[in-house]
């Protein structure tokens, strides 16, 4: 039955066809797993309905099996590369370019991870573990690895709580690949396109991406789409080192730009100043005389994308959440969609945890970014007050919203 149906699809040539028909069924077959038994594993019963289809029909869809060959069953025996120092010179550059760069897709995907569980990772334990990973796996003969975005979000989404969710992923592939390497020759990729469809459209963070794109400053909205088409046109290392490049350019630019304020129609410069050049009373005494139930901290410097990540810190570093949490940012010059973005999610979460949110001395640039992209007085659970001595007197008069 099986070579009539390869004969037929053959004869009409339609392996296009075939491909987007494999692709379509999964991907129907997920999204119908998902509305009516959520707690079945759809992308299994996917993969498994795909494999079924196109061994019981013929469909002229390319496999596992018939893309790469047959799948090893056992790990081969450790042992060292053979390295000459003739040879290590040639390796060096590229070996500094593939540990940037997965250094970098590493910690990407563990701010996506943060995005979709509302933890923090650590970023030292995140590359000092792929270090001896990549280095363990070259002694097996694999290539250098990274953090997965894709299998990471996918696990998220499956109800991994723990990193034992990441070892067990690995113990599984291994004793997949050991015992059931002959099954998954049998695997269309076709089917495998369906599942990334659906992990990339989760981790996609639409309404994020509408948000920004509607709110952000112009720079910033280039920044993202041309990052954005990059990505899916050419490369996502090529992507991110353009993107790179473009958001320093922006930050220069915002920075000379944020420097430079206008009184009375004229252009006026601000002058850095020394901590013991301030009066008595702005040198960040106000802890001693906090009442009780109210919190402070004070950010210093620009908050864009290189140090959005810093901001969460500042929640952690308390004991416990308090009444109130005042946030002095009479300097910060400068803030970008990814600062306001940091900002909006520190409101959120202390509000979760019953705590009002207030911001003092906000300079204009940050100000109207913060407005164009809706975080105002509007926003639950945050309050712009012009001082420190404004922000006490909330306090005093008012209970947390």
């Excluded at 002694?139 to 990274?146: D, I, K, M």
């Excluded at 050991?178 to 076709?190: E, I, S, T």
């Excluded at 112009?218 to 290392?237: N, P, S």
């Excluded at 300097?331 to 945890?353: H, K, M, Q, W, Y």
Aim: net charge neutral.
């Amino acid at each position: 039955m099986a070579s009539q149906w390869q004969a037929y699809w053959a004869a009409r040539g339609t392996v296009s066809f075939a491909a987007t028909l494999v692709s379509a069924e999964a991907l129907g077959l997920i999204l119908a797993v998902r509305r009516f038994a959520p707690r079945l594993p759809g992308f299994l019963i996917a993969v498994v309905a795909a494999s079924a289809l196109v061994a019981a029909t013929g469909l002229p869809v390319e496999t596992i099996g018939s893309r790469f060959g047959e799948l090893p069953s056992a790990l081969p025996a450790p042992r060292l590369p053979e390295v000459s120092l003739e040879r290590m010179g040639e390796l060096v550059e590229p070996a500094f370019t593939i540990a940037f760069l997965a250094g970098i897709e590493s910690l990407l995907c563990a701010v996506v991870a943060d995005g979709m569980t509302g933890r923090r990772h650590r970023s030292n334990a995140e590359l000092v573990s792929q270090g001896i990973a990549n280095f363990a796996s070259a002694c097996f003969g694999g290539l250098p690895l990274t953090g997965a975005i894709a299998r990471t979000a996918t696990s998220i989404r499956a109800g991994a709580k723990s990193p034992v969710a990441g070892m067990l992923h690995a113990v599984f592939l291994l004793a997949f690949m050991m015992v059931a390497a002959p099954l998954a020759a049998y695997v269309p990729l076709a089917s495998l396109a369906a599942v990334l469809v659906i992990v990339a459209w989760n981790m996609s963070e639409h309404h994020k991406v509408r948000h920004m794109l509607a709110t952000a400053p112009t720079g910033e909205r280039l920044v993202l789409a041309v990052t954005f088409l990059l990505t899916v046109l050419v490369d996502l290392t090529l992507a991110i080192e353009v993107g790179v490049v473009l958001a320093a350019i922006l930050f220069m630019h915002g920075m000379a730009e944020a420097v430079c304020l206008m009184q009375d129609g004229r252009r006026v410069v601000i002058a850095d100043e020394d901590d013991f050049d301030r009066p008595r009373e702005d040198r960040y005494t106000q802890r001693d005389a906090l009442p009780e139930g109210v919190e402070v901290f004070q950010l210093r410097g620009p908050l864009f994308f290189g140090a959005a990540g810093r901001l969460a810190d500042v929640v952690e570093l308390l004991p416990r959440y308090p009444r109130w949490f005042i946030l002095r940012m009479r300097e910060v010059p400068f803030i970008d969609s990814t600062g306001v973005a940091a900002l909006a999610d520190v409101v959120r979460r202390c509000r979760a945890n019953g705590t009002h949110v207030i911001v003092t001395g906000i300079q204009p640039q940050p100000r109207a970014v913060m407005a164009r992209m809706g975080l105002t007085d509007a926003t639950p659970g945050f309050t712009i007050a012009e001082d420190f001595a404004a922000a006490l007197a909330i306090t005093s008069r008012q209970a947390p919203s």
